[in-house]
């Protein structure tokens, strides 16, 4: 038998019109067009064709041929299965005149971010969320005790910011975790702790596992996804989508800021039924979060200058990140941008502890990104830049817009974004880092 995690499509020189398929473990989805079908790993690579779409399970197997297409279980069994209809065009899977993909969806951003809020607020004015469309009661909310954030690469820097926005918000203690390590170890998790998956494609191997152990130990899991009909999404007891629309880019983007958009809505609503947020609070917050997809359009318009910073960058062999608070997580997932585009080393740290091993990195022209909106942390992370400057590394500093000519003094090239609040901020810093890389 064939082990490990795969998807699998065949043919057979005998029977030369028939395609067998069969999955375990990784994604693999059928399309049904007019009089032809599809097999594929995920739902962009058929989108032209057709957007009925047939979401297989692990352990089911696709026979396609020129009479139709029919799923079994591996022991043969015939398994009824109906297509679902996806709500993207088939514009989205293209580059729409841009050079890439990944240029393409960050431009995308102020779409999808105004998108994944439509229909969610139900009463501004009130601070009211649609709790339906986190699939959970407000019974539930007030029982937690505590959460526990999994997920993988981009989604857990979306998961470290949905921790601040809810510890802050609704004061209830959040874990959040790696996947590839939570589902090894042996976590404590009961049916008092939510858990919440977070996972663009909701198909990834690691995040699936975790929140099948954490179902299987009580745990009512919700799922924070983009992808309709995806497993993740199906194994879930609640679930809540962003709808960036289909993200092509291997790097993630538009994702992440539509999954820091939805543990923005989900830190509301918690903190607003378990009493942590008055109407008041909570209609400003939401304010602030509707003011989002405006700022990130902003941000965009300066693409050119941030074009410049990046053909100072473009030779250098390592580049070092640095934020606190809600830019901690910023810095993480600025360096994994750049490590994923560009090839260039890249580490990203809490500002707070370069004098705890990185700062012996720093001589003559070493490039560190700084970003510092200017809050009340902001006179902390000045001390780390003039402990830099002292070695001669060259300070790129991510600030906000009505601090940047006072940032001039003490770096050597200044980035302002638009002036907003803390909780928002992450939103808008993320974008000019994903163009930089």
């Not at 109906?82 to 005149?97: T, Y």
């Not at 977070?198 to 191997?205: F, K, L, M, N, R």
């Not at 960058?313 to 997932?333: C, H, N, T, W």
């Not at 580490?347 to 700084?370: F, N, Q, R, T």
């Amino acid at each position: 038998p064939v082990r490990g995690a795969y998807a699998i499509a065949a043919m057979s020189e005998s029977e030369p019109g028939v395609i067998v398929a069969v999955r375990k473990d990784s994604p693999l989805v059928a399309g049904v067009g007019e009089g032809e079908y599809f097999i594929a790993s995920d739902i962009p690579a058929f989108l032209s064709h057709t957007r009925n779409v047939v979401f297989m399970e692990d352990g089911e197997m696709a026979v396609l041929s020129p009479h139709g297409m029919e799923f079994f279980t591996l022991d043969g069994d015939k398994l009824h299965k109906e297509p679902v209809r996806i709500d993207w065009s088939s514009s989205m899977a293209e580059k729409d005149g841009y050079k890439h993909f990944m240029l393409k969806e960050i431009f995308e951003q102020p779409r999808s971010i105004a998108d994944t809020i439509t229909g969610r607020v139900l009463n501004h004015e009130t601070g009211q969320v649609n709790l339906e469309e986190f699939g959970l009661h407000p019974k539930e909310l007030r029982s937690i005790k505590g959460i526990v954030i999994v997920a993988c690469g981009t989604s857990w820097h979306a998961g470290i910011i949905g921790k601040y926005l809810i510890e802050e918000f609704a004061r209830v203690p959040v874990e959040v975790d790696i996947a590839s390590e939570y589902r090894y170890r042996n976590p404590i998790i009961d049916d008092s702790t939510l858990f919440v998956s977070i996972t663009q494609s909701g198909e990834t191997a690691d995040t699936l596992a975790a929140q099948r152990l954490a179902r299987a130990r009580g745990a009512k899991a919700l799922n924070i996804c983009n992808v309709v009909g995806s497993t993740s999404s199906r194994e879930a007891d609640a679930v809540f989508f962003t709808r960036s629309g289909p993200e092509i880019g291997v790097a993630s983007t538009k994702s992440f800021t539509a999954q820091i958009v939805a543990l923005y809505l989900f830190a509301v609503a918690l903190g607003r039924e378990r009493g942590m947020l008055d109407d008041n609070k909570a209609s400003a917050l939401l304010g602030d979060l509707l003011s989002a997809s405006d700022l990130v359009e902003q941000v965009l318009q300066m693409d050119p200058a941030i074009e410049k910073i990046a053909k100072r960058l473009q030779m250098d062999k390592a580049v070092l990140f640095l934020g606190r608070s809600y830019q901690f997580p910023i810095a993480l997932e600025g360096a994994l941008k750049l490590k994923e585009i560009s090839y260039i080393h890249a580490e990203g740290y809490a500002a707070g502890e370069m004098k705890h091993g990185p700062i012996a990195l720093i001589d003559d022209g070493y490039p560190v990104i700084v970003i510092a909106p200017k809050d009340a942390l902001y006179e902390k992370v000045v001390s780390n830049i003039q402990e830099i400057k002292s070695r001669g590394g060259m300070i790129i500093l991510l600030t906000n817009e009505s601090n940047a000519s006072e940032a001039e003094k003490i770096a050597d090239h200044v980035i302002g974004v638009p002036d907003c609040p803390a909780h928002i901020m992450p939103i808008v810093t993320a974008v000019p880092l994903q163009l930089l890389a």
